[in-house]
C-alpha cells in the first residue's frame, strides 16, 4: 500500500492519475450541488479569470470609447436582480448622447454609432457586466436582465425568472438573442429556471459562443433596439393607455435607489 501511495506521489504518471481524479470528483460533485452552491463559485472563478485575461481588451475599449463617444465609454443602466433587487448594470457605451433643441434624446437610430453597432455584433459591449458577475449581481448563465420598466409588465408569473440571479448569457439568448417576441424569451426563461445544471450552462455558453460568432439575431428586424415590452403590449392593445402611463409610474419610483 505504502508502495502504492508513493508511486502515485512521486511519478509523473502517478500525479496525472491523482489529477485527472481529482478533477472528476470535482465534477462530480459540481454537477451534483450545482444550483446550491457550484454556480456562485463558477461565476467568482470564471469572471475574475476572464477579467484578469481580458484587461488589454477592456484597456482598449476603454480608451476607443472615450475617443469614439466623446467621453465617458461606459453605459450604465438599472436592473432588476435577484428578488428583485435593483442594481446598476455595466455596459460599454453605443450610442451617442447627441439630443435635439429641446434637450431630448434623439432617436436610438441615429444616436447608434458604427462603432458601436460593431460593439453590439460582437458583444464586446456586454464585456464590463464581467465586474456585476464578480460582484454577484449577475451570473454568467440566467435570464437577461430586462430594464425595470419591463419589469412592472410582467405578469406574476413571468416575475418569476427574478429568482435566480440575471446572465451574461442565457436560454433565450442562445436560442435567437434579441429576434425573438417577448412571449418567446419569457417562454425560454422560465424554463431555463425550472432545472439548473451545470451540462445545462455549459452547452448555453457554447450555444452564445456559437451565436456571437455567427453575429445571428443582434436586433428586431428594422430595429436598432429591442422595443421595449410595454411599447409591445400597448401597441397590441394588451394594456390600455391609462395602465400604461400607470406602470411607467411605477418603474419611474423603483429607480428612485
Not at 463559485?41 to 485575461?53: E, N, P, Q, R, T
Amino acid at each position: 500500500m505504502g508502495m502504492i501511495v508513493h508511486n502515485l506521489t512521486s511519478t509523473w504518471w502517478g500525479i496525472t492519475v491523482l489529477s485527472v481524479a481529482a478533477i472528476g470528483l470535482l465534477v462530480v460533485i459540481s454537477a451534483a450541488f450545482y444550483r446550491q452552491f457550484f454556480k456562485r463559485f463558477y461565476d467568482i472563478l470564471l469572471s475574475g479569470m476572464a477579467i484578469i485575461v481580458l484587461s488589454p481588451i477592456l484597456l482598449i475599449l476603454i480608451v476607443l470609447g472615450a475617443i469614439k463617444m466623446k467621453g465617458n465609454p461606459f453605459f450604465t443602466q438599472l436592473r432588476p436582480g435577484k428578488k428583485e433587487k435593483i442594481f446598476r448594470l455595466v455596459k460599454f457605451r453605443t450610442m451617442t448622447c447627441e439630443t435635439d433643441a429641446d434637450g431630448n434624446l434623439l432617436p436610438d437610430e441615429v444616436r447608434l454609432t458604427r462603432y458601436g453597432k460593431m460593439l453590439r455584433s460582437t458583444s464586446l459591449d456586454e464585456l464590463p457586466e464581467l465586474f456585476n458577475i464578480f460582484a454577484g449581481q449577475m451570473s454568467i448563465v440566467g435570464p437577461r436582465p430586462q430594464l425595470v420598466r419591463d419589469m412592472v409588465f410582467m405578469s406574476a408569473t413571468v416575475r418569476q425568472r427574478h429568482s435566480v440571479c440575471p446572465g451574461l448569457t442565457g436560454l433565450a439568448q442562445c436560442s435567437g438573442r434579441n429576434a425573438m417576441s417577448w412571449e418567446k424569451k419569457f417562454e425560454y426563461d422560465l424554463k431555463y429556471i425550472e432545472k439548473i445544471t451545470l451540462w445545462g450552462d455549459v452547452a448555453i455558453i457554447f450555444k452564445t459562443v456559437f451565436k456571437v460568432f455567427a453575429r445571428d439575431g443582434i436586433t428586431e428586424d428594422g430595429e436598432a433596439t429591442a422595443t421595449d415590452l410595454g411599447d409591445y403590449l400597448l401597441s397590441k392593445g394588451e394594456v390600455t393607455k391609462e395602465k400604461y402611463d400607470s406602470l411607467q409610474t411605477e418603474a419611474k419610483e423603483l429607480m428612485k435607489v
